[in-house]
């Protein structure tokens, strides 16, 4: 253990901990800016900037570790000066237009600048230029962008996939598009990650919210939105719901209120998933020898984009399932348009989804098949859902819980748990034991496959005497790590799920941003609790997917479920 003074309070911490971490400890704050535990630890800001008696010149907490009998003084008169002006020089470099920008209210450099009391920038605004591609669903605004490097050591260390790097040199340095691409040249996988750890707005989601507005006042139009199953665990977090006001019946009134005419749910179309992709799994399982096995999940636009990139010659290992976004936008407009007997061109599809690669998979040509336009018309993030409700002024505090309207409403536990690592694996599990055995598991028999961050999880299941070998991960550098490993031969599995954001869906790169805060476990742990306490736990129990097949399904991998349930990945 190391003994030291910060702002005179005697302290001990263990040996090797950081000047920052041993204020943390200690409840004394010192403000930072680019520092990431574990991530981006290079005192690149310099906000975090202290004194240490004895020595001349100031240096980062961030990067630099306790020493025995230290004296360090976090807020001194040189500290706070140092600290104000590094703070202004960086406010040079910045378009801080705050009124017009979507982290306005949620942004570090906003709270610093805020709390060192900067009411003026004494320097000459230096913006630098550069031109963005126009309509990608993620988007870059070098004017905000403050060089902290979270988004490049966000994507290498975490996602393996180095898209975002330092371009140029001095005065003209920005981040960009690494090996000078542009971002449609660059593998991007779209997960979104970069946003949910970029400190200000530099990084933010293609916004969408006017089209769905415009739809909505359209009277026209049948309006129809489907949430995701891990909005349900955040969309309240930036309203200040606490996770048990922030049911998905109170935000199927707020869309109501916005004038939705029809509020349904994606996980109904996790358990039309779980049908079809189950019974594909089963079917290959029966014809073993000529298979390719593992059958992965393609459920995650993030994970089939960087499939189709790195790997493409295990791109017909995909499952041939669409993803549960693109079967509620088939059945939407072709099952639901019989329901209400409606030309289904009437429909107008919006998703809500914790997620920015579920805007690029809805433009998918490949992906669209009822015929009349895209099956989804606009994918909205769970951010873009909360600045839409602030918009309209309603104040989700006070509104009544509304049950959200049937048929495309109606889910099971095994549905919700699919915005959770492990959870499309889990309810897959349970409906394949079914369909081989003829009767129910125990719902929690499959539980082993639950929450992992690092590397990625096993596990061994006996199914009607087959063997089955099953592995999930989530984050793509654990996900090009488990490939790997599976190509050298080490391992083989029969059954992989992947999901490219750390945690799964829950930690999706559109979903609320706390920074420097990881809430995805925190999440999931609302998705299980509503598994648990649902009376169906089975997807192939969902009476509301039941009366689908017989009305108009007929079955799982019917000819009807192929051409709008299925695709082929290789297109
Ligand atoms: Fe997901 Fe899925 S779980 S991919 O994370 O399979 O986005 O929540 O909607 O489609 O159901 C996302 C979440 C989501 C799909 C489902
Ligand atoms: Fe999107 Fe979920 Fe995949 Fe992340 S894990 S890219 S949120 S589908």
Redesign the pocket.
Known sequence: MVNLTINNKKVTVPEGTTILKAAELNHIKIPNLCYLEGLNEIGACRVCVVEIEGVNRLITACNNVVEEGMKIYTNSPKVREVRRTNVELILSQHDARCASCVRSGNCSLQEIANDLGILDIPYELQLPHAKWSEGFPLVRNYEKCIKCMRCIEVCDKIQGLNIWDIANTGSRTRVDVSKNRRIEEADCALCGQCITHCPVGALRERDDTDKVFEALADKEKITVV?I????RAAWGESLGLKREEATVNRLASALKMMGFDYVFD??F??DL?IMEEGSEFVEKLKNRENEKFPMF?S???GWVRFIKTQYPDMVNQLSTAK??????GAIAKSYYAEILNVDPSKIFVV?I???T??KY?AGVEALNDAGAGHDVDVVLTTREVDRMIRSEHIDVRFLEEVELDSPLGISTGA?VI??ATG??MEAALRSAYYLVEGKNPEPDAFKDVRGNKEGWKEAKFTIDGIELNVAVASGLGNTRRLIETLRSGKVSYDFVEI?A?PG???G?G?QPIWDGEELAEERAKVLYGLDEINDLRFSHENPAVIECYERYLQKPLSHTSHKLLHTNQEE
């Open positions: 489907q995701a199953p891990a909005v994606t996980n179309a996790a998933t999940t459920c995650c636009p993803s549960p976004q693109q079967m509620f998703s989804m914790p997620c690669a579920k998979e549905a699919f915005g959870g499309v999901m954001c799964g869906c829950a999706g559109g």
